[in-house]
Structure formats: C-alpha cells, structure tokens
C-alpha cells in the first residue's frame, strides 16, 4: 500500500495530525510521500487534515480508493494540540473506524443521569463542512420556535465570551444539536441529547457506556501514531477500501458563500 500525506502550506497547527498517522504508517513499514493539498496522487490512501474539497481529496474520490481526513478529538477538555482522530470515507461522526478492541482506554466518565434543568440548543459555525450544505440559520430558528423556554449557544467563533461549555450546560436538562461535537460533552454530563443532523459524533441510539468506550478509539495522543493508532487504522484500511470500490463514501458539498452565510447569521441570530 503506498500512501501520500496532503497538508496546507505555510505554518498551520493542525498540520501535525497528518503529520503524526503518516510518520505511524512509515513505522509500520509503509511507503509514504508528503505532498500539498493542492496536488493530486496515484497513492492507495490518501490523508488530510479537515474536510475541505482539496485537489488531493477530490481526485481520491474520483478514484475511489480510501481517504483518511484527521479531526480533532471527540473529547475536547485535553490539550487540542496533542490529541486527535482519524476516520476513513467520511467526515467527524460519519467516518469508518472499524470495532474498536476490547482494551479499556481513558474516557471521561459518564456522570448521572440529569431529571431536571432547562434546554440548551447549541449551534455552529453555519459554513462548517459537518453541516453538509444545510441551511443551519433557519434550523436554529426552527429550534428556538419549538422549544421557546430554550437557551441558545452561540458556536465559539461565532460569538466570543460566552464561557465554556460547562458552563453552558449549567442547570440544564435536555440538549439540542445539529451535528455539533459539544453532543459527546452534554451526553457525559447526563443530559438528553437530540440530534438532528447526520454524522454526529454522538448516536442517542446507543447506549452510553458502550459509546464511550468506542469513540475513546478516536481519542489518540499524538505520541500513540508509532504503535496503537496507526495499527488501528491500519487494521481498518480493507473495509474502507473496498467501501470507496463500491461507491460508498462521502463527498464533500460545494463551498458556500461563507460571507454571505454568517452576514445571514448575524442580521437574525445575533442580537
């Protein structure tokens, strides 16, 4: 298998999770070549950070062979700069991991169930790729409608100074998401959590214990890329392959007119 690691130009933090699996692959063995996300490969896996339609991720899935897209982790109160997640085919929530293995790896743990509290909706940033082209100011609007006891969160780049998360969940009971990560957090705290877009880290579906201990299988120090996560990875690579052979694999939406978007979301969510 010969694989080439895409990353964007200049200084960029989020660089050194593509960085970290390809330097795992080589570990194992595998040949890998460092490219620009502008530029197209030949390669049987391709790898990036972020979700965006680069030229290396297009071609992959013209193609149809695997793309592995790097994402920060799904438990977020740990150093954002060594910690992060990888998934084949698709995006966050949506991507293909296979099973995770029985070792038991750090999670945070699961507080009690909350019977009281208020309800918090929780937005996003609206011209984030996990939103997949959907119209995310008029979902809000929807939301407040049918929940009009309900707080609402602002996305952090959003709004600033609105406090943490925790602070955020102070008192309430039941949370409403999109496909916002904040899902795993407010589900830890013990709260009901709605989702209502695809792909969310979160699934209300299953049951909680079981669900943790699976996405603490998406929670990877950088440190962990030379053994345990990217034997991981590799361990999936034929299911994903032969998932991209059938055509079964995420695509990303065209790009939205990010100006014109959140002008939209300040003039009628922003008070």
Known sequence: MRISVHLRGGPNLTNFRSEAI?????ALGYSVEWKGRHEASTADLV???????????????????????MEASPFRNTDVNSYSSWGYNGLAGGALRGPPGDEPRW??????????????????KPTDHSLRG??????????????????FRHHPLMVHGQGSI????????????????????????GCEVVVEGQGCWWDPTVEASEQLHALSYAHWHTSEYHGAA?????????EARAEAEAGRIEIPRGRLDGQAVCKRYYRRLVR
């Open 22 to 26: 390809g330097k795992g692959f080589e």
């Open 47 to 69: 790898i990036q950070t972020g979700f965006a339609p680069s030229t290396a991720l297009l071609n992959a899935i013209e193609r149809r062979v695997p793309y592995l897209i």
């Open 230 to 238: 990217a034997a991981h990875a590799e361990r999936s690579y034929e």
């Open 166 to 189: 925790d602070d955020a969940l102070e008192g309430v009971r039941k949370v409403i998401v999109y496909t916002s990560s904040t899902a795993v957090e407010a589900a830890v705290a």
């Open 107 to 124: 999670h945070p743990e699961l507080q009690e169930e909350r019977t009281e509290g208020g309800v918090l909706i929780i937005g996003q």
């Open 134 to 151: 959907s119209d995310h100011v008029s979902w809000i609007e929807a939301k407040l409608a049918e929940n009009p006891e309900a707080t």
